[in-house]
């Protein structure tokens, strides 16, 4: 479809609304590519499906500054995008290659999103600039790094994610060290059918690191078990397992067991004739009730927030629509109305008919 320039948003700046004006022509669009891509990029693209598309993927309070134009067109047969950045500020902005960066990843996002494709799309970036002198950053990002980092930014960001895949490791790989081996062996074994017998040999790690004053580690480690472990008996399990540990407090650990495992704090310290034990369990119990206070709180201040919300979007409905009915009332088409606003026709005809 093509946009006059007196078509174009006014929110739009001149430079902006002229670009996009221009661009929506096909011939304008074809040679602007044809002169300006790279000869193998040129060599893949079927230009006859080259396709401007509505969406915009820079910061609202950049877009005086910055526009930019989404074009799908096929590479090889498959979809994918030209994605072009207008800078046209009188202070261009040294950090525009970090921006590329995030528009091309948002680009990505958006078509796996609406395609539900595992596929990323190839979107090849290009910037306009429109400046009155000539631009004067690197368009490299890599050129962003300090010098000592910028080589070792390339080659961590091209080469493929390091994956530690702890179901490869052996056993006898984790206990080599003494505190990732105790992790690694944990969340490795957390899904055995029965962890028992694993955390009878896992013990003689705990020891070592007992050795170290580690208790405040080790409580970790237990709970941890006591929570996601597989067990037949948890409690049971828990208290014989301590027995073990010289440093475990024994009542500061049956608090924490009861804490994990949903049991009632108030009837362990009764039982056992502590009034300490229920004076802890008080305090603990005063504490939920001011998180869930304060939460409450939060949640009447995000109802405000709420509906403040839903109040500015019905005055920016209203105010879009005062504005179609001024374009239509001016007699533009209800096609153009609808290419430049995303309502369809249908719609208009309801709205402003």
Request: hydrophobic letters at 40%; charged letters at 30%; aromatic letters at 10%.
């Amino acid at each position: 479809m093509l946009l006059r320039y007196e078509e174009m948003p006014q929110k739009l700046s001149p430079h902006d609304r002229f670009t996009r004006a221009s661009l929506t022509h096909p011939k304008v669009a074809e040679e602007f590519f044809q002169k300006n891509l790279p000869e193998k990029i040129k060599k893949m693209i079927d230009f006859s499906s080259l396709k401007l598309n509505k969406e915009s993927f820079i910061d609202d309070h950049l877009k005086l500054q910055i526009s930019d134009m989404l074009f799908s067109v096929n590479f090889n047969e498959n979809p994918g995008f030209i994605y072009l950045l207008v800078e046209h500020a009188s202070t261009p902005q040294p950090l525009l290659p970090f921006r590329m960066l995030k528009y091309v990843m948002a680009i990505m996002e958006d078509h796996l999103k609406r395609t539900k494709s595992r596929t990323l799309p190839f979107v090849f970036p290009l910037v306009l600039y429109t400046g009155k002198k000539a631009y004067p950053y690197s368009m490299d990002l890599f050129d962003l790094f300090s010098k000592e980092e910028r080589m070792l930014a390339k080659e961590t960001l091209h080469a493929p994610y390091p994956l530690i895949d702890l179901s490869q490791a052996t056993d006898e790989e984790f206990k080599k060290y003494l505190w990732f081996g105790s992790m690694g062996l944990l969340l490795k074994h957390i899904h055995d059918g029965d962890i028992l017998p694993f955390f009878k040999r896992f013990l003689d790690l705990l020891k070592q690191i007992e050795k170290q004053g580690e208790t405040r580690y080790i409580y970790t480690v237990i709970s941890y078990i006591a929570i996601a472990g597989k067990l037949p008996d948890k409690e049971g399990f828990f208290l014989q397992a301590v027995k073990d540990l010289e440093t475990v407090d024994e009542e500061e650990t049956m608090q924490s067991l009861a804490e994990y495992l949903n049991l009632d704090v108030f009837k362990i310290g009764f039982e056992k004739g502590r009034k300490e034990e229920i004076k802890r369990a008080e305090q603990e119990r005063l504490k939920v009730e001011q998180k869930l206070l304060k939460a409450e709180q939060a949640h009447a201040k995000a109802e405000q927030e709420r509906a403040k919300a839903e109040q500015e979007c019905v005055k920016s409905q209203l105010e879009r629509l005062k504005l179609m009915k001024v374009m239509f009332s001016k007699g533009m088409s209800l096609e153009t109305i609808s290419d430049i606003t995303g309502y369809s026709q249908k719609e208009l005809k309801l709205i402003l008919t």
